[in-house]
């Protein structure tokens, strides 16, 4: 089995290659990852307005959390997915694709999308978009997923009426009316539900549970592997106590009254329910595909941002900066960060430097606190703009 790709993303000042340029700033990073721990490609950013220190102070602040939100609805809607698929994993691969392409195209070859976030807005205007497309989504596929939940549950009651015992399961397609009493304005018919082992017993005894059970008048209705039921009539005044006594003895009297064409309506409910939650399962399917799809997309789109913003209060301006996307593996991904690491603290200024033994060290009482920068999504510090993507 393949290992689960994880991406990273990471952005450096242009100075990192001698020639200061875009080009061979990213041919560095390559030569740092190396091919043998991931694939770099270029991430794309276009510069974007810049406001004032405090709201990019403000927006790195509010993108930490919107980038959270977003990889919250990733997994909800993977885990719908995961349920309306009944876990089949080829299935569920099948359906996380972005713009129908894999995931790991569309990271690879990540494009800004002008039209829905022009460059020319303010960084908060963009922010507020993604969050109000995030919220959206969510509302959607919640409600669509539940919708089916719902549908699911009541089909699978239905259904348990059909198919269970006869101590629980509809008795509208088992009991012929002819063999109850009806229409008596003194006597009336009690089905019972009495386990096979008891029915001896039952037999022996029903006539004397309460005044006035008409004698010999227990009629063996439908059995099953658990149990036999029995119509026994009794006068209407003492009807109750002869329930009572039955429930006292662990025997089941079911409720049950005669409704002409009951049968068939049972099962044209059954065959709605079905009809209904086999569309809506497809509605959900649909959406689900369409969820994941979008919520990738804006949550890129978020992580783009910050990844902007964050290169702008750490590299300062003007803006000269090389981004990268690496495609890794979980266990690769220790060892790139850690080549990085040691590759670029110097980044950091005082806030990092090596040991004796010429580890990258982090030196605590250096660290900047203000807008978290160079905090990672755990709190790390690094030297440089660096985040993790897990899309599995």
Known sequence: MNSPAKFLLVSLPSSISPSKQPNDALTALRNTVTTELGTTSPFPIPELKIGTLDALVQQADDLAKLGASCDVVVKKVGESLRS???????KIAQQKTVNDKPVDHYLRSFSWNKV???????????????????????????NKFNQYNQLRTNL????KKQMGNLSTRSLAPLVDPSLLVQDSEYMESHLVAVPVISSKEFLKSYETLSQMVVPRSAIKVTADDEYILYAVTTFKKYSQEFIHCCRERKWIPRDYTYVRGGKEEEQEEVDRVSSEERAVWGEALRLGRTAWS??????IHVMALRVFVETVLRYGLPLDFVCAIVRTTPKHAKSIKSNLDSKYSYLGGNALGKDKKGRTKKDDTSLSTDAGMGLGDEGEYTAYVFYELDLS
């Not at 309306?84 to 080829?90: A, C, K, R, T, V």
């Not at 979008?294 to 949550?299: A, H, I, R």
């Open 84 to 90: 309306i698929l009944q876990g089949d994993e080829d």
């Open 116 to 142: 829905k976030y022009r460059a020319d807005k303010a960084l908060s205007e963009i922010i507020d978009t993604l969050q109000k497309e995030i919220v959206s989504i969510d509302s959607d596929m919640k």
């Open 156 to 159: 699978a009651a239905l259904r």
């Open 294 to 299: 979008e919520s990738v997309m804006v949550w």
